[in-house]
């Protein structure tokens, strides 16, 4: 069962020039799964957060693309906070592992890649049910 020693902060390749600088990401080269969807989180207002789930099988990549916002990782024992602020970094988060994204910066926005394409079958919204099946692992 995953465990937030699991979350890993990935840096990405950054290709810069006078000009501003470019970070490409391979599914499967820089990070392990096969990047099947993109999406990204802005507009977040001030003091809100956003997650608040695990999901049985989605990988992720979670990127501050602009900004910066606090992850908070949590395996149903361990809760670890990794700040996001570098176009160029990315945070791994492996399945089964509740997130929580606060603290996002005026502008921020949360770049997600992610190994599957969304379905609701997916998520774990109730942390209760979410530490029960981490008791219980299928
Ligand atoms: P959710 O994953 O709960 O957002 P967050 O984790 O950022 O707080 O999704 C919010 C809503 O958007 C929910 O109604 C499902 C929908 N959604 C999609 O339709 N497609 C997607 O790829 C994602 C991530 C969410």
């Given amino acids: 069962?995953?465990?937030?020693?699991?979350?890993?902060?990935?840096?990405?390749?950054?290709?810069?020039?006078?000009?501003?600088?470019?970070?490409?990401?391979?599914?499967?080269?820089?990070?392990?799964?096969?990047?099947?969807?993109?999406?990204?989180?802005?507009?977040?207002?001030?003091?809100?957060?956003?997650?608040?789930?695990?999901?049985?099988?989605?990988?992720?990549?979670?990127?501050?693309?602009s900004g910066s916002f606090e992850v908070i990782v949590d395996d149903g024992r361990t809760r670890r906070s990794i700040f996001l602020n570098r176009p160029y970094h990315g945070l791994y988060v492996p399945r089964m592992i509740w997130r929580e994204l606060v603290n996002f910066s005026s502008g921020g926005i949360c770049l997600v890649l992610a190994s599957m394409p969304y379905t609701e079958d997916d998520y774990i919204r109730d942390y209760a049910d979410f530490q029960e099946a981490k008791r219980t692992p299928a």
């Fill in 1 to 65: 069962m995953t465990t937030v020693f699991d979350c890993s902060l990935l840096t990405l390749p950054r290709i810069a020039s006078e000009t501003g600088a470019l970070t490409p990401v391979y599914g499967g080269e820089h990070v392990a799964f096969d990047i099947e969807r993109v999406y990204y989180l802005y507009d977040v207002p001030g003091g809100e957060s956003r997650g608040g789930h695990a999901h049985l099988a989605l990988q992720q990549l979670i990127v501050a693309a």
